[in-house]
């Protein structure tokens, strides 16, 4: 009789992760879940021997299957505790882990690398953290989501006069008609025109800061019409450069290109426009014109349309955009004496800052990526763009497109609409038609912003939603019947369905004001309140030298499989150092007719299909006795 100890060799290749938990794997011969033992004084085994397990010690590690189903979304915005969604400019964005069975460490990383590609906002984009949480024993409990917003306005872009900065915007434009330089002049060099709208053009590179985000452009040079706005992020090669929510009736590939926010000079009057929908129930958008010069503010700052002999007497030669939050404002303005005029802003109180005839609509997931747009329409024009506060995220990538042949399909980038242009057209004219971002109606009159915090961070909040959602969202009524308050409107079966693996337990839904740390602040950290559900795999030892023979049904064919290693150990637990010792053993016969000699024993611990697991962390220790057979 024989009782014989086996065990990886822990110390000498144990490593560790950022979070100071064991990695397992990849730890050659003395790995937890497969190693070598060696012996000075080779083992003897008697003829007409038998094997069984005596004991086995294993320290396993949370371990969490993700199937191609399993997802959740966060949004960045208004928080909707008992607010209707439609109130809301902003929807959630879904985040999808790779199908796969992950410990602790790995799936951390999988989320946050998942949330910094999903496609959010510029102001968070990129900003995710996750981070593993322990309770008082260091064990591990669950995730925590920490998502930082900007909080400074960038540097104004240096521009290096390439052509990645700068591309037509709509299929009449030739890359030939375009001059750019790196301080940032567009000239349009057309002599002979052919098409009316022929020299439009996009900065699609770097999209603007939200946070006080300036873009001015002095169009002193332009002695002709030109126009100068922000636009999402669209491209020539799909509707002629317009969204899918615009009546195809109105455009065609001359027809004047799409603007979001946009101020235009005739050659006779400045005026203002915005792409929005109305209330008639018309799903579509529409350029609508801004009578700037009728805001029933205090002090507007001008009682009639701009003329050309208004702009020459007040001297004014520049334009600029700012960007707060989701709020822009317009003004025009005299940079010799710099004198700027508001004409649509939702911070001046001069003027009537919130009312829907005057105001610009709150941009929304569409147009939370805001780009430049130009045109010029007389040769030899020129628009200067003097500032802009665009963000230069790395890894951020701008819609790409064959300018020699629009009829190929653009390659989305890393905003929202241009990855839904294509696949889901639906979801922008949903959002596009919320109450949030219509036009004037005489029982909804005012626009609700949500413009820039006291931490100088967009004034929006981080909401995680991880299962179906219900109608409250606080500990106290976890069982209420669902609801759709932020997910409202999808409607194609993407049900959030991680809401345990993250640590939620019974709730949906975490806000910020709840489960966060606090509301104003720039850099938030949301910790679930429960533990994580994680998958408890079955587990066999398998000693691959000796010759005993088991079956093994799923495999359909013989196996050295000599014990299966109980779901829950003696003590009743799952994870953690886990003891296994069978109060009844099951023999192996060997069949050795002849004395045994063995100068090593190989161990794994396989899955039912004989696959290495690899959740066991630590020390294992698997203790055999060998005896005579016993008939």
């Known amino acids: ?162 052509n990645d900065e700068i591309v037509p915007a709509n299929p009449v434009t030739k890359r030939s008609y375009i001059g750019w330089n790196a301080s940032g002049e567009f000239t349009y060099t057309n002599a002979s025109p052919q098409f009316v709208n022929d020299g439009v053009v996009m900065l699609p590179k770097y999209p603007l800061s939200n946070c006080s985000g300036v873009f001015e452009v002095n169009f002193v040079n332009a002695a002709g019409p030109w126009t100068i706005g922000l ?45 929005r929908t109305d209330w008639t129930g018309n799903l579509d958008i529409k350029m609508e014109e801004l009578n700037y010069w009728q805001n029933t503010g205090a002090d507007p700052s001008f009682l009639l349309p701009i003329d050309s002999a208004k702009i020459s007497a007040s001297g004014l030669d520049s334009v600029r955009f700012t960007l707060y939050g989701n709020a822009l404002e317009l003004e025009i303005g005299d940079t010799d004496t710099n004198a700027w005029y508001p004409l649509v802003s939702p911070i001046n109180a001069s003027l009537n800052n919130t009312d829907r005839r005057y105001s610009f609509k709150p941009t929304n997931n569409s147009t939370e990526s805001l780009y430049p747009k130009l045109q010029l329409y007389d040769s030899s024009d020129e628009l200067d763009v003097t500032t802009y506060n665009g963000l230069n995220l790395v890894g951020w990538k701008a819609v790409t497109f064959d300018e020699n042949d629009l009829s190929k399909d653009a390659v989305p980038g890393t905003d929202w609409y241009s990855n839904q242009i294509y696949d889901n057209p639906r979801r922008i004219r949903f959002l596009d038609k919320r109450d949030s971002v219509k036009g004037y109606n005489a029982s909804v009159t005012n626009y609700t912003y949500n413009m820039i915090n006291a931490s100088s961070a967009p004034d929006y909040n981080f909401v995680i939603i991880a299962g179906p959602e219900r109608s409250l969202t606080t500990s106290t009524q976890p069982n209420e019947a669902f609801t759709e308050t932020y997910l409202i409107g999808f409607g194609d079966g993407r049900v959030p369905n991680m809401n345990k693996v993250l640590g939620f337990g019974q709730l949906s839904v975490l806000e910020q004001s709840l489960f966060g740390n606090g509301s104003g602040i720039a850099s938030v950290i949301i910790t679930p309140p429960s533990n994580s559900l994680f998958m408890s795999h079955e587990g066999f030892v398998r000693v691959n030298n000796l010759t005993g023979v088991s079956y093994n049904g799923v495999k359909g064919s013989i196996s050295k499989i000599l014990y299966q290693i109980p779901r829950f150990d003696n003590s009743g637990n799952v994870e953690g150092n886990l003891y296994f010792s069978p109060g009844e053993k099951t023999y192996i016969e060997l069949g050795n007719t002849e004395r045994m000699i063995l100068n090593q024993l190989d161990v794994d611990i396989v899955d039912r299909s004989e696959r290495i697991v690899g959740d066991l962390l630590g020390s294992t220790v698997v203790v055999l006795y060998i005896r005579k057979v016993r008939r």
């Open 1 to 162: 009789m024989s009782l014989v100890i086996l065990s990886n060799t822990q110390d000498e290749y144990i490593r560790r992760d950022s979070n100071n938990f064991v990695i397992a794997s990849g730890n050659g011969i003395s790995s937890p879940s497969s190693f070598v033992n060696h012996f000075r004084s080779p083992l003897v085994i008697e003829p007409d021997s038998e094997v069984a397990v005596e004991s086995v010690k294993i320290r396993k590690g949370p371990t969490f299957d993700i199937d191609e189903n399993n997802l959740f979304y966060i949004y960045h915005g208004r928080e909707l505790i008992n607010v209707n969604a439609c109130e809301s400019t902003k929807e959630p964005v879904p985040v999808r882990i790779k199908k796969g069975s992950y410990t602790v460490s790995t799936l951390a990383e999988r989320i946050e690398n998942a949330l910094n590609r999903a496609f959010v906002g510029p102001a968070v984009w990129g900003k995710y953290k996750v981070t593993v949480n322990l309770d008082t024993n260091n064990n591990f409990k669950n995730f925590k989501i920490n998502q930082v917003a900007q909080t400074t306005k960038p540097a104004n872009i240096t521009w290096a006069g390439s």
């Open 231 to 275: 636009s999402r992020a669209t491209n020539p090669a799909y509707n002629n450069g317009f969204p899918p929510n615009y009546p195809r009736n109105l455009n065609d590939e001359d027809s004047e290109p799409f603007y979001d926010y946009m101020i235009e000079y005739t050659g006779d009057f400045i005026k203002v426009k915005q792409a």
